[in-house]
């Protein structure tokens, strides 16, 4: 059974750190496409970065790239978002998903849940101005 189990999520301050992690099991991470993906009540589903594991080529939507950093440790099993410069618009449910669909899907942002092979259960992250 897939299972992703996100942590790390808090209060912090605009201009900010923070680190996500994601906790995988149940399947072959290390050759897994995983990606990032939050939500607002008022935005919506942004996808925000993937990484495959089978290259470790990343991708960033534009309204993180430059501040956000995705990566794995395959021993641990482990995804991480580092979070830096952050902004009041950061503010959201951070979720890690396996299984993401293509890149232009992605980043043209016509995508559902549905979409994703499977989602954690997400961790709140609230940017404070």
């Known amino acids: 059974e897939v299972q992703l189990v996100e942590s790390g999520g808090g209060l912090v301050q605009a201009g900010g750190s923070l680190r996500l992690s994601c906790a995988a099991s149940g399947f072959t991470f290390s050759s897994s496409a995983m990606s990032w993906v939050r939500q607002t009540p008022g935005k919506g589903l942004e996808w925000v970065s993937t990484?495959?594991?089978?290259?470790?080529?990343?991708y960033y939507a534009d309204s993180v790239k430059g501040r956000f950093t995705i990566s794995t440790d395959n021993a641990k099993n482990t995804l991480y978002l580092q979070m830096d410069s952050l902004k009041s618009d950061g503010t959201a449910v951070y979720y890690c998903a396996k299984d993401p669909p293509p890149l232009f899907v992605l980043f043209t942002g016509t995508f559902t849940r549905a979409d994703f092979g499977s989602w954690g259960q997400g961790t709140q992250v609230t940017v404070s101005s």
């Open positions: 990484i495959y594991g089978y290259s470790s080529n990343t």
